[in-house]
């Protein structure tokens, strides 16, 4: 059973409520045919926590035994959170208010994965020490989180030994998928899913494609601090404390992800097969960019192409094909 507790904060103009739930079940799909965990309303708040990607909680009990044993692989989610007014080709905006560590350990993988290499020479052998964090798993290196210090390191067997800051982040996030699929959490797509992306932090707000009444919102896969490209298929894999806003955009169509901070206007673009070529996600996101631009900017076509071609960026989210693209908030006229 999951346990729930609920605020209700009174707005000026509409009621709101705050729900504190804390699941003691979890998904590693992303489906609209689960049985919600709560329910809320547009414009309502939750607060959760996130699992790390091996199904251990912030105090480091573990939840799951084999993490990867299908049917159902892959990190585990909170959720699904069933909001009341979403319906087909409607918009869900997603504020996220905190994303905060509350565990001082995590892991990751100790070498980048081959498709972030030129040849598989370039990878080292295998030197750590089986079980040594995961059963059956000799390739995880666990890393110490300073809390107050706002650092993170790895406990290496040789070497000076570094420090990083860390910069929390949700690697999950997303709605169900269209129709009758039912997506685990490894790959991710129109709706969302393991995007892995590095500025999915604490203030941002990301807006999902709606394909189902309800919508079916997830998040988890907390990551500590990633780079870009989650080069080495993991960041640094920890529990997270969430909170987040939802709002309900009425028959506002998206078809890819969008995401909006202090400094930019971003589109992300994946394909759900794992290692999809990265000019698939280049096209999504430049395609996407331009009806943002024109539809809620207003600029003409070609201004959208020309802005574009002269300040757009472009960012790798991950070496399996997901890719951003930003244009910076300055340059954009009022909507």
Not at 117 to 125: A, I, K, T, V, W
Request: hydrophobic share 35%.
């Amino acid at each position: 059973m999951s346990r729930i507790l609920i605020f209700v904060l009174v707005a000026a103009t509409a009621a709101a409520e705050t729900h504190e739930i804390y699941p003691e079940t979890h998904s590693r799909v992303f489906s609209a045919f689960k049985e919600p965990v709560l329910r809320v309303k547009s414009g309502d708040t939750v607060i959760t926590r996130t699992w790390d990607s091996g199904g251990q909680d912030y105090k480091g009990v573990r939840h799951i035994q084999h993490p990867y044993v299908y049917p159902e692989s892959g990190n585990p989610l909170m959720g699904p959170f069933y909001i009341e007014e979403a319906e087909y080709g409607d918009a869900l905006e997603v504020h996220l208010d905190k994303v905060r560590l509350n565990r001082n350990w995590g892991y990751t993988s100790y070498r980048l994965i081959p498709g972030g290499l030129s040849n598989l020479e370039d990878l080292y052998r295998n030197f750590y020490k089986m079980d040594a964090l995961r059963p059956g798993r000799a390739d995880l290196i666990p890393w110490d989180i300073d809390l107050q210090r706002g650092e993170a390191s790895p406990r290496l067997l040789e070497g000076k030994g570094f420090k990083v800051p860390v910069r929390p982040m949700l690697g999950c996030i997303g709605v169900a998928p269209p129709g009758e699929v039912v997506q685990t959490s490894g790959p991710s797509s129109t709706h969302g899913g393991n995007i892995d992306y590095n500025d999915i932090v604490e203030g941002v707000t990301v807006y999902f494609p709606v394909y189902h009444k309800g919508a079916f919102f997830y998040v988890g896969d907390g990551h500590a601090v990633q780079g870009d490209g989650e080069g080495l298929g993991t960041g640094v894999e920890t529990s997270l404390d969430v909170q987040f806003t939802v709002k309900v955009h009425k028959g506002k169509r998206l078809s890819i992800p969008r995401l909006v901070n202090r400094e930019y206007i971003v589109s992300i673009g994946s394909q759900p097969e794992f290692h999809s070529s990265m000019d698939f996600g280049l096209r999504m996101a430049n395609s996407d960019m331009i009806r943002w631009l024109t539809s809620e900017y207003k600029l003409t076509a070609p201004e959208a192409h020309l802005l574009m071609g002269t300040v757009v960026q472009h960012k790798i989210v991950t070496y399996f094909g997901t890719i951003a693209t930003l244009i910076r908030r300055k340059y954009l006229p009022s909507p």
